[in-house]
């Protein structure tokens, strides 16, 4: 969900148009015969992984369904065996095959496929600390954070999923509205064995963050929404005839939801398609960093998967219209890029929320983690620091002054 590029028209027409807002790993012979020897496991009813992605050995599958405390993560990756490190998820999309991270970024994240019962997640997972959940946007993956993880890793198990339909993760026919897809990261952070966590949501992140505080209260301890005025159905959807420049950053909004025929248009010219998008930013995406974006969506399940957000939009709102009947009371950071959405993020989570910060980043459109990350991070180890300290006093596994 790309906001428009800086163009002056009036306040009330922007919010009024804004106000609602989505590697190929193949088995090893040995391994699949020994797999093929064991007895069948029992049915466990979860969907079929997506065409061509590897199917997790297991050992790991042991270490997603093995509850662990602070820390352990690290040390688990660590200790599996080179075979099982052999099928983790390589290539694009994973953290081996991830282009410009930074320093170090390999030494401390892996990336890791959780069985969460109904589909397989992909998320990139490292640090020590609380945990600390963060879910990208559209049309991005876990790499949208890159930038942040290895600070924040300082202070935090992060946890870099890719959402349902996107990335490496499995991309059913259905099960995109925000509901379920709550439903996933609640399930991941269960396999994890976290029981309670922090969430940073951004764009089609920030919808179904919202939905997982909500649905899930007890499981959020706090969560920071950047990037859109409001999930859909907290507030009054847009107009169908916008002004010009909104009109140019707006309409994918509606040709994304539409059934095959979106597919059929962009499969051949994701790059033109994708990259307009990508113009979002103020300051402007490095080419390699939109061209490995670009590369990820070109191919027709990942496309059909990323439009998944869009197509449930009719029962995400549904949904939302019931859940902004129940305040949220967890500490909310609202965040918009000046350039973008601006103080509408905030005044729409205020809407929702009672216990609301707002921070406006100044010079940045909508890709804030990419554009801002120092401001970011600076305001995210702000944000979380009552949290970190809230959950070594009832654990004490992290030195509050590490």
Known sequence: MSPPKHQSFSRQGFLAAMAAMSAAVGAFARLARDASAAPAPASTGAVPPSPGAPTPSPETDLVARTPHTIGENAMLNQMMSASTRLVAPEGPGSVSGAPNLPAGFTDTFTSRYIDTGDLRLHAVIGGEGPPLLLVHGWPETWYAWRLLMPTLARKFEVIAVDQRGMGLSDKPMGGYDDGTQAGDLVALMGALGHQRFAVVGHDTGFAISYALAADHPDRVAR?????????????PSPPLFLPGPLNDRLWHLGFNRIDQLNEQLVAGREDVFFRWEFDAAVKR????????????????????????WYRALETSIMQNEQRKTRRLTMPILAIGGAASFGDHVGNAVQAVADDVQSLVIPGVGHFVAEEAPEEMLAALTAFLGPYRADSARRSDPVSLTS
């Open 223 to 235: 969560v920071a929404l950047a990037e859109i005025p409001g999930a859909p159905g907290t507030a």
């Open 285 to 308: 995406l490095p080419d390699d960093v939109i061209d490995y974006y670009v590369q990820l969506l070109s191919n027709p399940h990942s496309l059909r998967g990323s439009f998944g």
